[in-house]
């Protein structure tokens, strides 16, 4: 399976970004003037992998061999009763080494470090699974990792922290701002700028400076290119809906790119609501947001008035950033994807439906994409398809899960 | 000729002098900047996440924005110092979103009615010059573009066409407020730099002493100091006019002593 060329085919929803960087009015390299020259390095750098054939030859190996790939296609029989609706199949990414989607972009980004000659990596993580899987690669390469972590997020994500630190990682909690993703990406941001010559910054999401947004996709692109094929394979045909949880947006990318110019099979994105979007209490930077200018990309992001930032909140710590990355806001202006929010509260019922129908544990991030499955199902001919992202295992929530329920564990 | 043009054809470099808008009694912590004898004054908007600061700069931004600031507040302090300085250039700097907020037209054109010279924003290279660049322009307003270490000579034209006013070279690779660059290496930039445009060069990151600022100000037309002075700001509070009254003093006669071109 490899990395998507950007395809040309005129109208096509699958020919982004331009030349620039730009997905439409979005995107962009908004970076201070040290950074440019690397940003600028890294784009000759991916495009020169892209046509090369032993990297291509590499990061399908380390998929299939170190990360577990093809996720598995799941029915979910259970659940599809139980709703009564439309058939629920699942694309397995939380079976994934280190428990989540965010593997298979920080094994490209790795071997891009490499080509370069970068002999150390940053990143920032918000649950902790980006900085799980940074710190992981950065084992299995023999780098040293330096994971930024807002100090709120060290605190409810601890089983995280610890499994960054046997992995060897550095974890730099943040306290700046309110201590979330948001401000372990600034520190990230500071880093990098302060250590350009050997540094190279794992971005966890679609988001950042050109060329992450792509890049970042175009790695996570396997799930969409395996679930289109295990799809024809098991029932002949593509799903009707395609469903997945946003907070930056990589998962979803990652599933929806592949299906989108196939005119047939709608899109659903599904964006923290936290305590409700008619307060501020929320991370659904679409939803709720206004196009600006954050973390090196122009998108739509939480903010006042005067374009301060505002804080997002979501009970799922992999939700809660205040942007979101911007070929999603280009697929929103172009109404080619639907977003809906979901709340913490419907999240939390949906991942005890999951548990108690499946047998599978899911993380508070795709638990929203779970609920917004389970509210859609039901209007749904019982013959067609709804395929969501099973992002992330739900190992890691279990505390904040239970501190929720009022059980002490 | 303008206002800033002016600041750099005296015969002796230029000190720019820093400040976080609204974190402290501003209008008089400016005008003690000018007392002590700043050549121009940089006016930081505060942004809740200005990635490109160090400690003492994010501290100044918390403390101004805790306090309330808002865009609107940050125009009227320019527009009194404007009002109280006739003659002193006034640069804003600052990040892309709170100024593209409202539209560049309309923070142009506001920027424009307080008196405001040139704009520096951290985050707007020139490949998105489209973003803030042309209204700036049309407003009679300089964009004020940074060059660093890591900006080689093939990006170098890109940087310098459409800056106006003054290049900001950003001494070290890193964020404000931290370690000093080697006057070697800072030399050695502005030579290079100064080979690809003829607009004046003004140097800043990790200026904090009178005998840093001299020994730059020998090469090159400009120093500008900041969190130096912010950090008297947090130190003093109520009482900072007098510290940086002082400090600016030092900074201003290291700088304006130095012989142009003398290294």
Known sequence: MGIAMTDSTPNSFRNQPDERGHFGDYGGRFVAETLMPLVLDLEREYRAAQTDPEFQREFDDLLEHYVGRPSPLYFAERLTEALGGAQVWFKRDELNHTGAHKINNCIGQILLAIRMGKTRIIAETGAGQHGVATATVCARFGLPCVVYMGAEDVRRQSPNVFRMKLLGAEVVPVTSGRGTLKDAMNEGLRDWVANVHDTFYIIGTAAGPHPYPELVRDFQSVIGKEARQQMQDRIGRLPDLLVAAIGGGSNALGLFHPFLDDPDVKMLGVEAAGHGLDGDEHAASLLGGFPGVLHGNRTYLLQDEDGQITEGHSISAGLDYPGIGPEHAWLKDMERVEYTAITDEEALEAFQLLCRTEGIIPALEPSHAIAAVAKRAKDMPKDSVILANLCGRGDKDIFTVAERLGVNI | ?263
């Open chain 2, 1 to 263: 000729m303008t206002r800033l043009s002016n600041a750099f054809t005296k015969p002796h470099p230029a000190l720019v002098c820093f400040l976080t808008a609204g974190d402290g009694d501003t209008a008089a912590n400016l005008d003690a900047l000018v007392e002590g004898g700043a050549d121009v004054i940089e006016l930081g908007m505060p942004f809740t996440d200005p990635m490109a600061d160090g400690p003492a700069i994010q501290q100044a931004n918390i403390r101004s924005l805790g306090a309330g600031t808002t865009t609107a507040d940050v125009l009227r302090i320019a527009a009194e110092f404007r009002a109280r300085h006739a003659q002193v250039p006034l640069v804003l700097m600052g990040y892309a979103n709170p100024m593209i907020r409202r539209g560049p037209d309309w923070f142009a054109s506001a920027a424009k009615d307080a008196g405001v010279d040139g704009v520096i924003c951290v985050d707007i290279p020139p490949e998105e010059d489209d973003a803030l660049g042309p209204a700036l322009r049309a407003a009679g307003i300089a964009p004020i573009r940074l060059a660093t270490p890591t900006t080689d000579d093939r990006r170098l034209p890109a940087v310098v066409e459409g800056s106006q006013g003054f290049l900001y070279y950003v001494a070290v690779a890193g964020i404000t407020g931290m370690q000093q660059a080697a006057i070697e290496s800072i030399e050695a930039n502005v030579t290079r730099i100064k080979r690809a445009t003829a607009i004046p060069v003004a140097v800043g990151f990790g200026v904090r002493t009178p005998e840093q600022a001299g020994e730059i100000a020998r090469v090159a037309d400009g120093v500008v100091v900041g969190s130096a002075l912010v950090e008297l700001v947090a130190e003093h509070g109520t009482d900072a006019p007098a510290h940086l009254r002082e400090l600016t003093a030092g900074l201003a006669k290291a700088v304006h002593s130095a012989a142009k071109g003398a290294a």
